[in-house]
């Protein structure tokens, strides 16, 4: 795919993504206006934690083996057979597994969430009984938007997830005048099912898959489960983490589950917007270069890929510290989410902000090693920094701090995981650095960018302070933007220029 191209796709993913997004946090805001952070909204947070851990984590982890090793087969009949092999394994698997899910919920809320209270445990086991089959449908159609994007259909793809979203947001809105809190659960079944229904008439129309069913063994098709089970325990990172917050926080008093998710979704929405279009794209691209040899190009994507979210992500991190209580207000503060929910989650939105560039580096960083099919490495350093030093740091935490420290064990833990896998990317996949990228120069600018801005953003939240929280956003949000680009001018990034550059052709052309 040509530069202009990738650039072009990785901007349709991002705006399908960014809609997709926006619907996700607004069924967080509906939950917050119908319940509040009170036992409610945890079942209903605790109940889809499951189907949507399992949905994105071993439903990506299939999928991206099956990138990996799709992308490398030779020739139409080969790749027609594979598909079959890995349908037909795949879809048997997922039906036993979703009957098990609904059979054993009970066991499976009890083993898991062993701090609810009674009332609180019977409401989340019969909501997770409702939604269990809404795993079979998510994990069919993560691996068939595989299908999509290995032949470049990435903004069908996105869409897809936009149609999950959406319907789910619906059917929750629409039916809580009578089911309550089990609109949420069928909202769940439903709206998989039509992200399903939806991607196999899509593949159907274009002709990439007819559906057939293939029990055969082959190398292929162990490889690519072989590849998956290492890559699910590396993916599961983000996924563990926010299943970790809701173990931890069923011991402490009611609303936690729900204010830890309120926030997770927030510090989640400018990586997973960036980080979905960049993977989705890039990914593809870049297993063709691992199996091209192409070193130097991998090197070059590895370099800017990083200090684009650099730019992109940790100056949003700044604003947030600072504007923390505003964005609650302004986002969450209606209906029964009162001033109690948000002195509650104002501070860990500003502890698990701290986190957020390194969660979306982390996606981006292990890409490169599932592309070179060397996976033993980040799985090690994603399980040691989430089994051991988040829980270990919760632990040490959550009775001096409560919520806090299970926040603080989520940051705290993700900035190691990421400086153990840059230690990686240059001794174990022995990425060269890019010959015009000056690590040290580069790093201290961004640092100089991130002091400036933190300087200027509490003068300007000083000054604001006596205006209500939508003025003091808005005004802050411009102030923010400006200081951003005057600061990287100052500091002579390149990439204002880039991007100064790219808009100047866009007003020429339309001209």
Known sequence: ???????????????????????GIFREIVIGYQFGTNDAADSVITAYTLPNFFYVVVGGAITTAFISVYTKIDGPLGQREYLERVFAWLAVGLIVFSAGLVLFSEQIIGLLFSGLSEENFRLTADLFRVMAPATFFLMISMWLTGIMNVNDRFAWAATATLLLNGSFLAIAVLFFPWLGAYAHAWGAVISAMLMCIFLVYLIRREKFFHFGFRFKRSPETWRTFKLAVPILLGGATLQLYFLIHRVFASYLEEGYISALNYMSKIVQLPQSVLMMAVTTVVYPMLSR??????KEGI????????RWMGIAILPVTVFVVFFAEDIIRV????????????????????????GM??????????????????????????????LGINV????????????EGVAWGTSVASICNFGLLLFGTQYVLKLHKVSDVKWRENLGKLAALL????????????LLSAGGP?????????????LLLLFMRLLRFREIDDLMNYVKEKVVKRR
């Open 357 to 386: 560039f390194f969660h979306a580096a982390n996606l981006y960083v292990t890409r490169f090693f599932y592309a070179y099919e060397h996976s033993i490495y980040p799985v090690a350093v994603s399980l040691l920094s989430v």
């Open 331 to 354: 986002i969450f503060q209606y209906g029964s989410f009162t001033d109690q929910s948000t002195a509650m989650t104002a501070p860990l939105l500003k502890i698990l902000v701290i």
């Open 470 to 482: 939508y003025i003091t956003l808005i005004l802050g949000g411009i102030a923010a933007a400006v």
């Open 1 to 23: 795919m040509k530069g202009k191209r990738l650039i072009q796709a990785i901007g349709a993913v991002a705006v399908i993504n960014l809609l997709s997004r926006f619907l």
């Open 392 to 403: 270990g740091i919760t632990l040490l935490l959550i009775e001096p701090f409560g919520a």
């Open 289 to 294: 270069k691992v199996a091209a040899g192409e």
């Open 451 to 462: 002091a400036l801005m933190g300087g200027s953003l509490y003068g300007v939240k000083q």
């Open 299 to 306: 090197s070059g994507l590895y370099g800017k890929g990083l």
